[in-house]
């Protein structure tokens, strides 16, 4: 990595910021703990953010706690919880929880002069400290938790030095330490984000049988309830039946019934529906998710379910450069980054109206926000009706992320938060 590759899209001012935050901590030791090196947004953003820290004179580093598949559904439950879905957690769940952290503690060198540990799975990791500035790194929405798991986990979360959230509705006055906002980004040089040839587009949607000329809806996700899959299917079906009855509107004025009527029918089919999700070792739920979703869109022929390997960046990528409207329909989302890696490549992204999707898309300007099915629908429709409409939020959503979701800017965030914490805190190197 080369940070003055990122100029000519950051901006000069940008890098030159980044540069000058990160002078006062070269040689300072940074070590980021989440549960999964692949899937998910958390692994997404380290693998940009670690490599940056150590271009910029850091020694980064990044480890992953291990569990057995007790832990992890039950830090899915916790996750689920956290996002305020009502979930019962059990005297072995936090046993589970906490075995696994102890053993993670011991095996783990914790030695650094800044942690940042990322979401509850190994939040538990603060009663293990040495030395060093902790900082507890949620991407989750935590605005409304289950009472009961909330109370568990902010037992740990208030023995860090500092916390950050992702937007300002997360923060909680009762922690009892410093929080930080610092929404997150994506990599603009990454196989996720970086532009490709038409050539390729077309062949990886040739792959998956898709017709790279005709209208492609697409939602890229694990499959995960609260990302709300079965929603899209349903309003994609929506979609399906106006556009046949729209038409037949208009054909029974014009009085060329017979000929229209063959014609939207024709229309209905030629739309595709995308839903592609890779899986995620931290998440157990997946598999179940994804049988649900492929059970429902089997009869249809132009809904297409794609389990890709967590690898398949450059694929998703040209899978989302090749659609004509991108879809996030999460009824809860801490941030949403598939919604960032969407607009930055000047698609007109549908999201639920939840969490960080509120943040990066201002309603009719950068994209549109939706909270039912019925929203969706009329939404989609718009989008495939009006492709100026589409260029025009395509635009504007790409310098929404190009001014403020690039890793250059959350990278510069995360050095401020660990020098204030480092000069509070000085240890030798
Ligand atoms: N992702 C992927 N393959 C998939 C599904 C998702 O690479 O099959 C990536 C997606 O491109 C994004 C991240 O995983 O970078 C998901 O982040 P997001 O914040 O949208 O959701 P999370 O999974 O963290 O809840």
Redesign the pocket.
Known sequence: MRIEDYAPIAGADAVESLRAEAERLKGRRVLHINSTFI????A?LLKAIVPMMGALGLKAEWNIITGDDEFFNATKSFHNALHGTPVTITEGMIRSYEETNRRNAKELDLSADCLFIHDPQPAMLIESRKGGFWVWRC?IDISSPTDAVWSYLSRHVRKYDAAVVHIPEYAKPDLGIPQHVIP?SIDPLSE?NIDLPKDYIESILRKYDLDPELPIITQ???F?RL?DPVGVFKAFRQVKESVGLLDFREAFTRDRYVVDVFRTLRERSLIQLVL???S?TDDPEGYRVYKEVLGKAISDRNVFVLM?P?D??RE?NAIQRGSTILI?KSLR???????T?GMWKGKAVIGGMTGGIAHQIRDGETGFLVRSVNEAAERILYLLRNPKERERLGAAAKEHVRRNYLVTRHVRDYLRVIGDGVSANPIPN
């Open positions: 899937g998910g947004g958390v997404e991407h997150p996720k890229v996700s694990r995960d990302k592609v999700g890779g995620a890709l967590p398949a960046h998703i996030q989302e801490g941030f949403g980054l598939t919604v890696e």
